[in-house]
């Protein structure tokens, strides 16, 4: 019989390998468009930092995990365990920040024309590039202090840490600890509101212009589901799987901050739930399109185009 930590790796394993594999194809068909002159969409910058944003998360958090379920305790010196820790920081801030700029991009771009919001349609377009930049600058600045929380598993100062297993952060006062977890926290917390609100407003859309279709065609409706629909459900997936995931890891982060227990189930918890985002997200995107779930099963699919929640919409 399988011992805890044995059953803990194999699920660690496997959420990774499925991650890794998914944001890939999804990586591989953005760079292939990128460098063989396919047609590429306005969108395509957003998932193109997206996917990089999960990779790095997924293998930043999930490998140092994974090992340390096999057993292995003392595989990274006090550098490699701030670069582990600065590095699944920033691209988790980046993977919110992308998903909270895609959000608004889109709420932007199906507003109708009588909206306050068709006038950003044209200048939407030129920011995203400079935005998606300014946002791994942002949580690089942001994630700044987190190298200076975190020790090597063997450190021998005497300081209260939290035990990651493979590596240690160290303790302050609980007034300065919150106030560092509180600052850190901002960005994700306003993504967050941002995001929740772009998406209500495109249901909103949706909804409204879904009425309307059915009041004009009201005699002639197909049972198959319209491409309106198809954009709601996705944006709606999308979102509530991120809030739910991410609200849970902000959870778990102020209470380490805070009240510095060490339980195993805790730290096991918290990194499970901080790379389930970055691996469920690729399926949600390549669920709209078979033709690219396909270019994922056989990874041949080089002409393959992937229509974006935008031609659904």
């Not at 507003?111 to 919001?117: K, T, V």
């Not at 609980?174 to 941002?194: M, Q, R, W, Y």
Request: glycine share 4%; aromatic share 12%; hydrophobic share 45%.
């Amino acid at each position: 019989m399988m011992s805890v930590d044995l059953k803990i790796a194999v699920i660690f394993l496997v959420q990774i390998t499925i991650g890794i594999l998914g944001n890939f194809s999804l990586l591989y068909h953005y760079m292939s468009l990128c460098f063989n002159g396919g047609r590429s969409r306005s969108t395509d910058v957003i998932f193109r930092h997206l996917t990089v944003a999960n990779s790095l998360v997924i293998l930043s958090r999930g490998i140092p995990e994974t090992m340390a379920a096999f057993g292995l305790r003392y595989f990274l010196n006090d550098f490699g365990c701030k670069v582990v820790f600065y590095m699944h920081r920033v691209a988790r801030g980046v993977s919110i920040g992308t998903t909270c700029l895609l959000s608004i991009f889109q709420a932007i771009t199906i507003s109708p024309r009588s909206s306050r919001w068709a006038e950003m349609k044209a200048k939407a377009l030129k920011y995203i590039g400079p935005s998606t930049i300014l946002c791994w600058i942002l949580h690089m600045l942001v994630n700044i202090i987190v190298p200076m929380y975190v020790i090597k598993k063997w450190s021998n100062e005497n300081i209260t840490t939290i035990d990651f297993k493979y590596c240690s952060a160290t303790l302050h006062d609980k007034g300065t600890d919150f106030l560092c977890a509180t600052v850190t926290s901002i960005p994700d917390v306003l993504c967050l509101v941002l995001m929740s609100w772009a998406s209500g407003s495109m249901v909103f859309i949706l909804y409204t212009h879904k009425q309307r279709v059915q009041h004009i065609h009201r005699n002639n409706l197909s049972s198959r589901f319209s491409p309106e629909t198809r954009a709601t459900q996705t944006i709606l997936v999308l979102v509530s799987t991120f809030v739910s995931f991410y609200t849970l890891s902000s959870i778990i982060y102020i209470c380490f901050s805070c009240f510095g227990k060490t339980t195993w189930w805790l730290v096991n918890t918290s990194a499970l739930i901080n790379i389930c985002f970055p691996t469920v997200s690729p399926f949600i995107l390549l669920s709209c399109n078979p033709c690219v779930s396909r270019l994922f099963c056989t990874c041949t699919g080089r002409n393959t185009q992937l229509p974006h929640l935008t031609r659904n919409i």
